[in-house]
């Protein structure tokens, strides 16, 4: 049999098309920014305090540019082709709105000197921290190595970047947070379904 066909055999049953979408939404709005777009969805603190709190999510689907906006799609790509087992139903995707809610909250109250944020870093912060936690709690130890590497980098930023960077640490903080969160949450409730049902 083919390398192909075996690996397309082996490979988890489950969608591509919530993932596929995400990242054509991204490329989309980078593709359709103007200027009035950017103005109106960009996540503005002061905005934000003024009552727009779709800001706090329609800040994470705009980006700089497009170098900025690759990034995250590859990000996004990467994810899925590392944790989509835990993806596996169109109903889990609603994970990636807690993920942004995460990410705003935490830029939104962990820096709020910061009064522009944008891009979608900190929601897939959450999802590789989501997908590393959910490995380690079954002892699949490569996600260890995924959650280690993510909090050092993420340290290292917090103790080196200087406060005016246009990295948004707090943003991934935030993110990392609320996929630990979900992660935690997701395992106990299904290790709790898969003991009703024995």
């Known amino acids: 049999m ?3 066909r075996k690996l397309a055999m082996e490979w988890p049953q489950v969608s591509m098309i919530p993932p596929v979408l995400l990242m054509l939404l991204l490329l989309a709005v980078q593709w359709a920014m103007t200027p009035a777009l950017y103005d109106s969805l960009i996540f503005n603190h002061i905005a934000i305090r003024a009552g727009e709190y779709w800001r706090l999510f329609s800040g994470q689907l705009i980006h700089y540019d497009w170098p900025h906006t690759l990034m995250n799609v590859f990000g996004v790509g990467l994810w899925w082709l590392l944790f989509a087992e835990y993806f596996a139903h169109f109903r889990a995707y609603w994970r990636i709105l807690v993920f942004m809610l995460g990410t705003a909250i935490g830029q939104f109250f962990a820096d709020p000197n910061t009064l522009y944020y ?4 900190g929601a897939v ?3 590789f921290a989501y997908g590393g936690v959910r490995d380690i709690l079954i ?18 930023d917090t103790l080196t970047l200087p406060p005016d960077t246009e990295i948004a640490v707090a943003a991934h903080w935030g993110g990392i947070l609320a ?17 009703i049902l024995r």
């Open 2 to 4: 083919a390398w192909w």
């Open 118 to 121: 944008v891009g979608f870093s």
């Open 125 to 127: 912060y959450a999802l």
């Open 139 to 156: 002892q699949r130890w490569s996600g260890l190595a995924i959650v280690a590497a993510q909090l050092g980098k993420v340290v290292y």
């Open 179 to 195: 996929g630990y969160t979900c992660a935690i949450y997701d395992h106990f409730r299904q290790r709790r379904v898969d003991q």
